[in-house]
């Protein structure tokens, strides 16, 4: 019977809080505490937890993260209670059983028996327990400031997984790469009016459309892969509102967010150049709010190597591509970090409502992370 104290233990803290969040580090700490050779907690009021397992001298280094937080979730909206972990036919629901806890006791499983059948005689594996990556992969408290130890440590590992999950049944996806954000706040004025009068209105819903309507001319709202499988940039509007609840009355101030995603192949600046030049046009003014890179490895890496030899050796089929969501791994490929995203367990409703995970997943997930120790 496997053991899923751990597990629970982790999905029973709501993550989508600070506090939570450092609890997450607070129960790692303790959990890892009796195995690590050693464990640094990095951060004051926002906390990571760095636990390190093998070859202290080692330069030959492979690095684990997995971020702690997870997105909200409301017990009316759920199932089952979303901080309890319930399982039904195999099948574990619960915030943040996919994205990532799932991914991080698996993880900790296969270091952990990396270690008790000492295989880690010539190698230093690193796992880093990160805050603060559900707000946009833009946070210098998260993995940036665990980036930011490793540099000034000059300890930087030689690679890194992080295992977001994999689609439920699907082959073992092995992101060689992910889209970076803008997010955008578009506001348009106007000259508030009846909206029975005659005269020509300004009409700030009206100009906020029309921005709108050719920024889809430019940027698809569905995003779309090109022939090589790496997701293409995207915009979607996720709000809008206006200043004004009267039925008979033009506004004279409407404004929208607008989530435009960034292909690995495409650059931030490049992207919202385009879109300033549109806001000018149309009279818009923008407000970035946030602005998180693309990034994406070679194909050469090592990591990748040792997956695929992984995948194989082991018969598991998988799929190598590039993950259309933001994450923290440009903090760590902007270090020279190669990093790899996916292999973690098969997840469904992430970020949704009964989010869930399939229990048979776990070993092949834990067998991925094992082989690789096995292998660096
Ligand atoms: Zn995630």
Same mark, same amino acid.
């Given at each position: 019977?496997r053991?899923l104290?751990?597990?629970?233990?982790?999905?029973?803290?709501?993550?989508?809080?600070v506090?939570?969040q450092n609890?997450?580090?607070?129960?790692?700490?303790?959990?890892?505490?009796?195995h690590a050779n050693k464990?640094?907690?990095?951060?004051?009021?926002?906390?990571?937890?760095l636990?390190?397992?093998?070859?202290m001298?080692?330069?030959?280094?492979?690095l684990?993260? +997995?971020?702690?937080?997870t997105?909200s979730?409301?017990k009316?909206?759920?199932k089952f209670?979303p901080?309890?972990?319930?399982?039904?036919?195999?099948v574990?629901? @619960?915030?943040?059983?996919?994205?990532?806890?799932?991914?991080?006791?698996?993880t900790?499983?296969?270091?952990i028996?990396?270690?008790?059948e000492k295989?880690?005689k010539?190698?230093?594996?690193?796992?880093a327990?990160?805050?603060?990556?559900?707000?946009?992969s833009?946070s210098?408290? +998260?993995?940036?400031?665990?980036?930011?130890?490793?540099?000034?440590?000059?300890?930087?590992?030689?690679a890194?997984? #992080?295992?977001e999950p994999?689609?439920?049944?699907?082959?073992?996806?092995?992101?060689?790469g992910?889209?970076?954000? #803008?997010?955008?706040?578009?506001?348009?004025? @106007?000259?508030?009016?009846?909206?029975?009068?005659?005269?020509?209105?300004d009409?700030?819903?009206?100009?906020?459309?029309?921005?709108l309507h050719?920024l889809r001319?430019?940027?698809?709202?569905?995003?779309?892969k090109d022939k090589?499988?790496i997701?293409?940039?995207?915009?979607?509007?996720?709000n809008?509102?206006?200043?004004?609840?009267?039925?008979?009355?033009?506004?004279?101030?409407?404004e929208?967010?607008?989530?435009?995603r960034?292909?690995?192949?495409?650059?931030?600046?490049?992207?919202l150049?385009?879109?300033?030049?549109?806001?000018v046009?149309?009279?818009i003014?923008?407000?970035?709010?946030?602005?998180?890179?693309s990034?994406?490895i070679?194909?050469?890496?090592?990591?990748?190597?040792?997956?695929?030899?992984?995948?194989?050796?082991?018969?598991f089929?998988?799929?190598?591509?590039y993950s259309s969501?933001t994450c923290?791994?440009?903090?760590?490929n902007?270090a020279k970090?190669?990093?790899?995203? +996916?292999l +973690?367990?098969?997840?469904?409703?992430?970020?949704?409502?009964d989010?869930c995970?399939s229990?048979?997943?776990?070993q092949?997930?834990?067998?991925?992370m094992?082989n690789?120790?096995?292998?660096?």
């Amino acid at each position: 019977m496997r053991d899923l104290k751990l597990l629970k233990s982790m999905v029973e803290i709501n993550s989508s809080t600070v506090d939570g969040q450092n609890k997450m580090i607070e129960l790692l700490k303790n959990y890892l505490s009796p195995h690590a050779n050693k464990i640094k907690i990095i951060g004051k009021e926002r906390k990571n937890i760095l636990a390190f397992f093998g070859d202290m001298k080692s330069k030959n280094i492979l690095l684990f993260n +997995g971020h702690v937080d997870t997105v909200s979730a409301s017990k009316d909206d759920f199932k089952f209670n979303p901080f309890s972990l319930v399982e039904q036919d195999d099948v574990l629901f @619960g915030r943040g059983t996919g994205d990532m806890k799932g991914g991080i006791y698996c993880t900790l499983n296969a270091i952990i028996r990396a270690k008790n059948e000492k295989l880690l005689k010539d190698k230093l594996i690193i796992f880093a327990g990160t805050c603060d990556e559900e707000t946009g992969s833009d946070s210098e408290f +998260g993995a940036s400031a665990v980036v930011d130890y490793f540099l000034t440590e000059n300890l930087i590992p030689s690679a890194c997984l #992080i295992p977001e999950p994999n689609k439920f049944n699907a082959p073992l996806k092995i992101n060689l790469g992910h889209r970076g954000l #803008i997010w955008i706040k578009a506001v348009s004025t @106007g000259i508030k009016m009846h909206s029975g009068s005659v005269h020509k209105e300004d009409n700030a819903i009206v100009s906020l459309e029309d921005f709108l309507h050719s920024l889809r001319k430019k940027l698809t709202n569905q995003p779309k892969k090109d022939k090589k499988g790496i997701p293409c940039s995207s915009a979607r509007v996720t709000n809008i509102k206006s200043d004004n609840d009267e039925f008979n009355v033009v506004p004279d101030l409407c404004e929208c967010n607008i989530d435009v995603r960034v292909s690995p192949l495409d650059k931030n600046k490049d992207i919202l150049k385009m879109i300033q030049k549109l806001a000018v046009k149309y009279g818009i003014k923008l407000e970035v709010l946030k602005n998180t890179p693309s990034s994406m490895i070679k194909r050469k890496e090592r990591i990748l190597q040792e997956l695929v030899g992984v995948c194989e050796e082991e018969n598991f089929e998988y799929e190598i591509g590039y993950s259309s969501a933001t994450c923290d791994a440009h903090f760590f490929n902007n270090a020279k970090i190669p990093t790899v995203v +996916g292999l +973690g367990v098969d997840a469904k409703n992430v970020h949704a409502n009964d989010e869930c995970i399939s229990k048979k997943s776990f070993q092949k997930c834990e067998d991925v992370m094992f082989n690789l120790i096995k292998r660096w």
